[in-house]
């Protein structure tokens, strides 16, 4: 299962100490012009030793675009692409090969398969995500062609919360002065103390993106088994570490129904929603409102504090995890939050395409 | 897209006010014993009339298996079956034909489709779910054969919460004692004279459902975009009215990864892991902990109070929703958040036989 | 494996001795005009007893429409369909229990499933195809609005074949004066007596299907795995007793290139070829010339000649096949081929849409 | 539409004058040994120059693995491949930039995607068929296990025909002694002069592989829509330049049912068939015996005697194509018809074992 969406597909490969890591993108719409410059930007957002928040692996994550591309513009065919891998050191995790490391996926992976490439975890890195960071820059092209942006913040770290919760209303301009694209100047700051203090402590922290989409046309999604909210949470809770997900009002079920329906009015040229506890879809369909939703990411699991675990044999074993590690999933994820709800957007779009009335 | 699953896939059809609700499953491994007990007992669970909690609709609910079975026994041919639709009464909704009923589905469907079956909600409507009930029990059916099970709980309705949050702790005996399957009796009171008080308000509340699994092997959920838990949350979210999913520790990203990392060790015959925030997943596939996951169900839209809206060609109108409707998703939910799970769980097995070595 | 299609999904279920026959249609699109009667002749066309050709089974296969369906238009949501089983003679079945007949699926789904509804070939039989032909009534339905038509011919009966072997040249109208649809006076005269001698030797022929599909746009079918002939053949070959299935030239290798190539030219509308070898094909897409292809069909399996074969044990009996059997599969497969065509089409037809271009 | 497979999925990328051909392998079972010898020994037996039967194109056609391999096996992960295209002559190509080649897949790319990679044939060159004997070797390794061979052969070239036609009975060592892998010596120098001329007179010529699978245990193929039959043809036929496709008795309809009924018997250790006319398929299963198919291949379109066509305004234009050509598909074909036939038997293979007996 290394394949996402229906008709906008992306297949992804590759290893975190393998020679690369890639992806085909199978469906993307013919005669679409490929903004290089973005593919740079959303991987240099992704790539490691941007801030001092995140890790010292220095890649350089060129990407080549090998098929599916002709005079600039796509073609209808597969995209191939690919990022090789240069700043490798696997030795740094030979003291893993028959270890597990707790709370990660080598455990999961030697029983499910029976063999496992240890070195930097392998299939399971989150340097996995270069693929879905192309492909969603792709599906960004489309997207932009339709004047539909998606933009994910930080809003909260650790402890640290935002007390506004309702992301539609931060302010993209504040954002922008942090690394953490925290629309908040004095919560960003203990934000990015927090993290620094973590990292010293060789621990790591957890935090929740907030990501909101505007533009999105009525219509978008599919009902019963492909609703627009269970694809963007599928596609979500597939990028590591992330661990919840809730759209509109989401887990806040503390008000009554009187409270949180969204009246309808018509403004002159549209029907509107006075309130948007629904997130921007109903019935598992874009209703024209902005879509908004938090993802919760958990601790990094790997921390240079000493931990108890077993080997493969069931032998007890104390395990200092060395290797680079961010002490915090955000603000690296961020891009990849974006990628993936811009994929499954771009795949919402074509199957809406395809349903258009014909008669 | 009314079909579920990869292997062991649920097609579901029908509409709340047309001749029935039904569905096909195709995959359901053959010799398995048909437990029509079963199916019974969870379409009860379902059923509305069950408690004071719910609607007055009263539906039998008597389903007809059609296909797939021989002398008891599954045969590996697609199971069709079908509940019809009898207690209807559908010139209740004769007055919301051209109107949209403020958070429902009704404005999306009639953008994306041009044409909407308005009667009951049409096919946005939550009896639907019964497909997924019936689907369910034979998913059961199968995960029995393995000791595998699956029970949800009512965690909160509104503003009332259990204090105990980690699911994998309540007591099936307390939760068997009230319609709520809450495993707190104080707390279960309150619910329910909550759900009382609401329902003569002519108003609706929302909920969490808590659910766990027992007795799942290791090494069911596939790596990257089939994870065991991306694919819960997005059968979980399918369910009309849900709005999050969480598993394991879930939105609670304050504690630090020397906290939240599930430590392993050897118990002397298996590897268990001393904490379980991991909630049984590891890399998006079970570790052979209890697999635990919570879902928030937002207030059901349908409420009696007058309420402003539009009708489709944009007038406002103001409408006062008659028909008969729960003040809440819950408790009638639980079993199809269950049925949900043993879709996922049930395809997740047959996808991990797929990939047992063969070599 | 009981659903077809990408997007025009058909998710048949049923045995031949069962509760009926039917399927679930997804994907269809919405808006358009249920034509009842269209439905009723193709099966009727399908339907046993139809003439002295076919078997003496009787059933009057009155199909219900479940779901999807609102004020005699598609809805957008599932069709789910049913057709009874009526004259059912399943004793005139029990001596077959335990034993395989020579050439059917008995040892086959014996097996692979361990359990077996022997009744009239349970699963296998070709009743299903009731299924196709309800849902392919509905793609026909979706082409017609397109002015697409798909017409089916018999060419040849055991050794009785057509000289004109270009099915695009056959005349509808000869056609239309035999129940083979064959469109040549003296070769049906010749297939049919054929056709009554075999039954009246207790024995079975063979014979080809042609079938020409006319008025498709140019720009259906996707390259590579999806090829348009591809999907043809996938369709096709899956009716029972198909053995075969080529289009344009196909198995006549004979020419060369110079000969077989299909040149264009400009008629001063559209781009047109001056012969069509290449079948209405290029590149798995279709280029707006009419689309033909024959298929083969072996001699039914089922005989009442005495013949030798085993039972589960492995013990040599010698059965004579009871129950009531064709003994060719044509002209009853006429509309099925027709029917598993038009669902290939319609398909192709919304893949097509997904794919136009956007920007 | 770039991947094919349920379980054994191969997503195919590249494009003739692109950077290279390659492709993503998802889920082949791991602990798989790699027999890099095998898939250099079948990518030779693809490669052009080989033979003074194929173009003079001279490709080293170097595979890369980049991921899914860990210590010389597979490890489960998705295994990714890619073989750089080195000697190409694009400028060949500059002349037919806006001109549609007779045949050719030129003018239906052009018309469903308005922008086409023009060198070469782009996407839809048959080099494309690298990735699928890469993939397929890997499908053969899997096979090879359990002790499953697959072997074509060419039986037909021009008007030349083999009279056996049954492929089960070919001798591999009179098939090792030519190029062209055909078990008749004098045919074999017949056919070899047929295309020498024919390439002298810068036509080319069709002809028909025939293919046998020995080994196949009982029980593989799926019902109804996914017959191992239906399967095979749908991936022989998305072959470049293959036309039709049939098993066992095929298109040879003359016999009666009583001559081509294939009689079950016990021979002590297992059940088999007397006959094979069922082409070792029955009800879409594997019934244990020899499965053997056979595929036409129309004569290559790409010829250099001069031809009528016209460009994408419509302008009659007259064409000699230029490049490097085969006048035959075969014998490069052979390893191709394998490679997909081997792909479907390992897709099969998992499928199978996700169905096999739980209770």
Redesign the interface.
Same mark, same amino acid.
């Given at each position: 299962?290394?394949?996402?969406g229906q008709?906008f597909?992306l297949?992804?490969?590759?290893?975190s100490h393998?020679?690369?890591i890639?992806?085909?993108l199978?469906?993307c719409?013919?005669?679409? +012009?490929v903004d290089l410059e973005l593919i740079r930007k959303e991987l240099s957002r992704r790539r490691p030793g941007q801030s001092a928040l995140s890790t010292d692996r220095n890649e350089a994550d060129e990407v080549?675009l /090998?098929?599916?591309i002709?005079e600039g513009? +796509?073609?209808?065919?597969? /995209?191939?692409f690919?990022v090789r891998n240069t700043d490798m050191r696997s030795q740094d995790y030979d003291y893993l090969k028959g270890i597990?490391r707790?709370?990660? %996926?080598d455990?999961?992976?030697h029983?499910?398969?029976?063999? =496992?490439?240890h070195r930097g975890g392998?299939? *399971?890195s989150a340097r996995?995500t270069i693929a879905r960071v192309v492909a969603g820059a792709f599906a960004k092209m489309?997207l932009n062609?339709?004047n539909i942006s998606i933009e994910a913040f930080t809003s909260?770290i650790?402890?640290i919360v935002l007390e506004q919760q309702d992301s539609t209303l931060f302010s993209s301009e504040l954002a922008a002065e942090n690394p953490l694209h925290c629309p908040d100047r004095e919560k960003a700051e203990a934000m990015m103390a927090l993290i620094a203090r973590?990292k010293e402590?060789q621990?790591?922290?957890?935090?929740?993106v907030s990501c909101v989409v505007r533009g999105l046309p009525?219509?978008w999604?599919?009902?019963?088994?492909?609703?627009l909210?269970? =694809?963007l949470?599928? %596609?979500i809770?597939?990028i590591?570490a992330c661990? @919840? !997900?809730?759209?509109?009002?989401?887990?806040?079920?503390?008000?009554? @129904?009187?409270?949180?329906?969204?009246? !309808?009015?018509?403004d002159g040229e549209r /029907?509107n +929603?006075?309130s948007n506890?629904?997130?921007g879809i109903?019935?598992?369909? *874009?209703?024209g409102q902005p879509v908004y939703f =938090?993802a #919760? !990411?958990?601790?990094? #699991?790997?921390?240079r504090?000493p931990?108890? +675990?077993?080997d493969k044999e069931? %032998?007890?074993v104390k395990i200092q995890i060395q290797g680079r590690h961010d002490p915090c999933a955000l603000p690296r994820v961020l891009p990849v939050v974006e990628a993936m709800a811009a994929l499954v957007l771009a795949d919402a779009?074509?199957? %809406?395409?395809?349903?258009?009335? /014909?008669?």
């Open positions: 299962m290394n394949t996402f008709l597909r297949s992804s490969f590759g290893e393998g020679r690369g890639g992806g085909v199978d469906g719409p013919p005669g679409l +012009t080549e /090998i098929s599916g002709f513009k +796509t073609t209808g065919a597969p /995209i191939a690919l597990f707790p709370s990660h %996926a455990y999961t992976y029983s499910k398969y029976g063999i =496992r490439d392998g299939r *399971s996995e489309l062609t339709m909260q650790g402890p973590v402590e621990d790591s922290v957890g935090g929740v009525v219509g999604g599919e009902p019963v088994f492909g609703k909210h269970a =694809r949470a599928s %596609a809770l597939s590591p661990k @919840g !997900f809730e759209y509109g009002s989401g887990f806040d079920v503390s008000q009554k @129904g009187s409270q949180q329906n969204d009246a !309808f009015y018509f /029907i +929603t006075r506890h629904s997130g109903q019935g598992g369909i *874009s209703n =938090r #919760a !990411f958990k601790p990094i #699991a790997s921390i504090i931990q108890e +675990t077993v069931g %032998a007890a779009c074509l199957m %809406a395409k395809s349903k258009e009335r /014909i008669v």
